[in-house]
């Protein structure tokens, strides 16, 4: 429910798309079955192809640089 909400969000969007994580999965499914599923990657590049300005902002969490299992800077890189 929340991740199609999430969705739905940003469907809506029409002129800018603000997102700050300290870890985020551009790969994560906002929506699946029954709807047709959608990657969070996906949307925003859609939205990006009809104008609206799309701003990402990933930072370090200090139990992140901790723990090397996270790939933010892979991540950023992505997208």
Known sequence: AYLGAVATAL???????FIAD??????VLLTRYPDSPVTLKDLLFQ??????????????EASEMLQKKHRTMAIMQEL
């Open 11 to 17: 469907k809506a969007a029409r002129r800018q798309i």
């Open 22 to 27: 300290w870890r985020m999965n551009p790969s």
């Open 47 to 60: 939205k990006a192809l009809q104008g609206v300005e799309v701003y990402i902002m990933l930072y370090k």
